[in-house]
T-cell receptor
Framework: GENVEQHPSTLSVQEGDSAVIKCTYS??????FPWYKQELGKRPQLIID?????GEKKDQRIAVTLNKTAKHFSLHITETQPEDSAVYFC???????????FGKGTRLSVIA | NAGVMQNPRHLVRRRGQEARLRCSPM?????VYWYRQLPEEGLKFMVY????????ESGMPKERFSAEFPKEGPSILRIQQVVRGDSAAYFC??????????????FGPGTRLTVL
């Protein structure tokens, strides 16, 4: 089955700097890759996703890139702000209504 | 337009009791997924249901755990004879019916189960 690895497990950046979180997946059939942000005690919130027919997607300060050949995808946050501090999870799934396989998360701290 | 609803938000049980967790999907969504999150860990898939059907229960322990999504009413995750290791946050997510490319899943607020 699918296995998703996520790095780093913790990341500290200065306010205004960029943050990059990387994930790899094992199942070449996976074609949907969402990213979730989870604040302490809250639900995971979908912040951006990418499907395998595109290589990059951007939404304001957040972008995701996908390399299908290498089976890795990354989250990029530019101009980080203290409110970006949270745990970020990547996930992958195969086509159709199928369960998500999550990475173990990255705890991002943005230092003012 | 209400999102995914879960109740209770917090549940305390003593070892050996039963825990019953409820999830109402977003309006128009017919697919429900249950995930478990241990402290400081990611989310692990447990079971996937559509109305009146269990589609995939490969992540759910064979004993003590069961799930249903009846024709009327919320989906229910039931844990019998709870043990301390069952203490976790249980999230459900829902998605609309299928595009071939995979579907967005929207999460509820979770039920935090504590077993004393």
């Amino acid at each position: 089955g699918e296995n998703v690895e996520q790095h780093p497990s913790t990341l500290s950046v200065q306010e205004g700097d960029s943050a990059v979180i990387k994930c790899t997946y094992s199942d070449s059939a996976s074609n949907y890759f969402p990213w979730y942000k989870q604040e302490l005690g809250k639900r995971p919130q979908l912040i951006i996703d990418i499907r395998s027919n595109v290589g990059e997607k951007k939404d304001q300060r957040i972008a995701v890139t996908l390399n299908k050949t290498a089976k890795h995808f990354s989250l990029h946050i530019t101009e980080t702000q203290p409110e970006d501090s949270a745990v970020y999870f990547c996930a992958a799934s195969i086509p159709g209504n199928t369960p998500l396989v999550f990475g173990k998360g990255t705890r991002l701290s943005v230092i003012a | 337009n209400a999102g995914v609803m879960q109740n209770p938000r917090h549940l305390v049980r003593r070892r050996g009791q039963e825990a019953r967790l409820r999830c109402s999907p977003m309006k128009g969504h017919s697919h429900v997924y249950w995930y478990r999150q241990l402290p400081e860990e990611g989310l692990k898939f447990m079971v996937y249901l559509q109305k009146e059907n269990i589609i995939d229960e490969s992540g759910m322990p064979k004993e003590r755990f069961s799930a249903e999504f009846p024709k009327e009413g919320p989906s229910i995750l039931r844990i019998q004879q709870v043990v301390r290791g069952d203490s976790a946050a249980y999230f459900c997510a829902s998605s609309p019916s299928g595009l071939a490319g995979g579907n967005e899943q929207f999460f509820g607020p979770g039920t935090r189960l504590t077993v004393l």
